[in-house]
């Protein structure tokens, strides 16, 4: 029975060690774990983008198509928040999980505009001033794209 109290006391410094050593082990905004999120939302921008092609095509619905940019836009904010969670430790890894998020940030305006020109509800028409319109938004989300992969590249995320 005397031994009881000093095995509690044992297990729980025990316990205690293990939980600083795995707080102190919280992920870091290095390449390695912006990889998931960077790539997450180039795959939704390109997706969006193509959508939206489509749509200029006249080979999908205005419907689907607004669709899709939504549901790309709601990959951006899943990624936008993993790497919210990130903690920088260092000036460098501070400065490239900020440069991450702007890029995001950017990706999502570019989501938002395009789901809101697709949207049937917009107003933007299937003549030539319409696709004038929705050719505009595919060029922001082409710059938004460019900048996305500007910084993987500077990253090392391929």
Known sequence: MRNAP??????????????????????????????GPAKEVSSAVRAASLALDLRIADSTTA?????????????VESATD???????????ESML?????AVF???SRALLHARDALSPTSGVSDDAQGRTELSTVQGELRI???QLDNLMTKAGIQ
């Open 97 to 101: 999980r900020n440069d991450v998020l």
């Open 82 to 92: 993993q790497v919210h969670r990130l903690s920088a430790q260092t000036e460098e």
């Open 144 to 146: 938004a794209t460019d």
């Open 105 to 107: 940030s950017s990706v």
């Open 6 to 35: 000093q095995f509690r006391a044992v297990a729980l410094t025990f316990l205690l060690i293990v939980a600083t050593l795995l707080a102190g082990c919280s992920q870091r905004p290095a390449a390695d774990s912006l990889e």
């Open 63 to 75: 419907a689907a198509a607004s669709t899709t940019a939504d549901d790309m836009l709601g990959d």
